[in-house]
Structures are given as C-alpha cells and as structure tokens.
C-alpha cells in the first residue's frame, strides 16, 4: 500500500540514514539515498527496509518511513511498483491512501519528496535546471527495454506493465516532464540533470537469452553490455563441438551478465539527455557485493529468506 508520511518537524541537516548523491544539482533541490542503517526493522531486512511488502514486521516498516521523511523534513508516496512504465504526479495533500501502481513518481511541490524504493533495480533521478520539478524511475530491466521489446523478444511474456505504457521508464519520464513543462524535447534534456544510483552490478547481473534479445531487437548496438558466460565457440575451433546459440567473443552462452547502469546511460545519450552522474558500472556501485551497505534480492532472498528495500529520493526545498 503506498502511503504520504506526514513530517511536521524540520529535517535535520546531516542524517545517518543514507547519502547525499555526488550530483550537481540544481539550487533548491536536494537528494538522498538510503542504505540499510538507521531503522528498526530485524533480520533480514536490517535494518532500515522500506518496503512493506517483503514479509517484514509492518511496525517495523511504518517507524523507518516516518523516521526518513521527519529527518529530511519531507513527504512522500511509497508507490506500489510493477515493473511497469506508469507516472504518479505528487499532490500536496496529506492522507493520500490506497495503492498507487507506479515506477515513476514526479514531484512539483517544495518539500514533497519523488521517491523510488530499490534492491537491485536502478533508481533514476531527474532534476530540472530551470524550473520547479523533479522525478524518480526505477528501472529493472523490463521497465528499461520497454514492454513492447519484452513481447517481442519472449513472447507470452506479456504483463501487468503493458497496461501503464510500453516506451521504456527513461522515455516514458521524459514524455511527462515534457508534458508538464511545455518544453520541446529538445529544450528539456537540455535542462535535465540524472542521478544513476546503486544497482546490480555487471559483474553479478546474470540474464538469459530473452533479456539480450531484448535488448538488442530495439536497439542492436546494446550488445556490447551482455558479455557472454559460455564456453568457447565450436566454429571457431573444429576440434570442439556443441550446438548452443553462439553469444559474442567467440562464445556459446545461454546467459550473459548484463550492464544495466551501462544500458541506462545509453538509453539516456540516446534520447539527448547529457548531464549524467553517479553509478557507472564500477564495484562500489554494486547492491550484491555491497552487504554492509545495501540490500540486495538477489543475494538475500534465497539465502536469507527475505531481503529490505532503499530508497532514492529527489525534491524540491523551501
């Protein structure tokens, strides 16, 4: 169920419940994202989860929202996220209730915060230079390729994110934004600045054929962000043989370990937005190598029994 948490108090100025992304941002706009520290919540979702939909103790999951947003002094939706390209645009009323189906949340109101909950996913954050509106997306894979490019490359893979639109989180955003601001979408990525926060990293990003495919069905130069896990070739050399699909480098592979942060950056060159900061691929980036910091579900879901959520969040200040 997504939420508004109320803050009546002012937020502090230094916190200990995540950090302020290195990002140049515009003036009057803030951002933060949490790790695991600061909450209530038990193992395995110690401690800070904010997500109340993993099987964690909901009073546990209540206290931390409250605890985040009466430290940053802000509201926010927890939006109920699919995988899918659906906008949820704030509003500035308390009381909001009921779930809210949403992976993309945009925020216009000083002290409402647009927040993205992730343990592997992306978290995409957007900040205009010029005007007063700000945005999160999460982007797994499905929202990155675009629902459209699921059915394609798998069909039968249909689901609930093709009802919510079928672009891609990262055009999908900018279609809202573009609609919100009245800008040409030339004007707009010009005065767009992104944050790439922590995910899975391309080094424990394992997918299969289908993910590629997908991939590379909407845009064929995506290849070079798969790398092959396989055996050699055949045809490269006679003396071995095999009849697997034949990956990249010489390969046989039936799965790849993708670059997602890599596959956000050139979906974001490619739709003309520049200004692009944060994860860039490298291992501190990493939920799944990153234990002390980060949750992760796939390294903790199947070990641990359950893994918490982060959150990246962006908003205007007073």
Not at 89 to 111: F, H, K, M, N, Y
Not at 135 to 161: T, Y
Not at 199 to 212: D, M
Request: hydrophobic share 40%.
């Amino acid at each position: 169920m997504a939420s508004v948490q109320n803050c009546d108090k002012p937020g502090a100025a230094e916190n200990t419940l995540g950090y302020v992304p290195d990002w140049a941002l515009p003036a009057g706009v803030a951002a933060l994202m949490t790790h695991r520290h600061g909450g209530q919540s038990r193992a395995p979702y110690d401690t800070l989860n904010l997500g109340d939909h993993v099987g964690d103790d909901p009073v546990a999951v209540a206290a931390n929202r409250r605890l985040l947003c009466r430290t940053l002094g802000v509201k926010t939706a927890f939006l109920q996220q699919v995988h899918g390209e659906a906008v949820h645009v704030l509003r500035p009323e308390s009381g909001e209730a009921g779930a809210i189906e949403a992976d993309i949340a945009i925020a216009q109101t000083v002290g409402l915060a647009a927040t993205i909950m992730v343990a592997d996913c992306l978290p995409i954050l957007f900040a205009h230079r010029q005007r007063p509106i700000v945005a999160a997306a999460h982007a797994g894979w499905r929202g990155l390729v675009g629902a459209d490019w699921v059915d394609h490359a798998h069909p039968g893979a249909a689901s609930e994110q093709g009802k919510h639109g079928r672009h891609g989180v990262v055009a999908r955003t900018l279609s809202a934004l573009q609609s919100l601001t009245g800008q040409t979408s030339e004007a707009l990525v010009g005065d767009l600045c992104v944050w790439l926060g922590p995910c899975i990293g391309p080094q424990a990003f394992e997918v299969g054929e289908e993910v590629r495919a997908a991939f590379i069905a909407r845009h064929a130069e995506d290849a070079c962000y798969f790398v092959p896990q396989g055996k050699p070739d055949p045809s490269s050399n006679p003396s071995l043989r095999g009849d697997q699909a034949q990956g990249s480098h010489g390969m046989t592979a039936t799965k790849y370990l993708a670059d997602l942060p890599g596959l956000a950056r050139a979906e974001l060159a490619r739709l003309g937005v520049r200004a692009v900061s944060g994860n860039d691929g490298g291992a501190a980036w990493c939920t799944v190598a990153n234990a002390k910091a980060y949750f992760s579900y796939r390294r903790d879901q199947s070990t641990l029994g359950g893994s918490g959520r982060m959150a990246a969040l962006v908003w205007l200040r007073g």
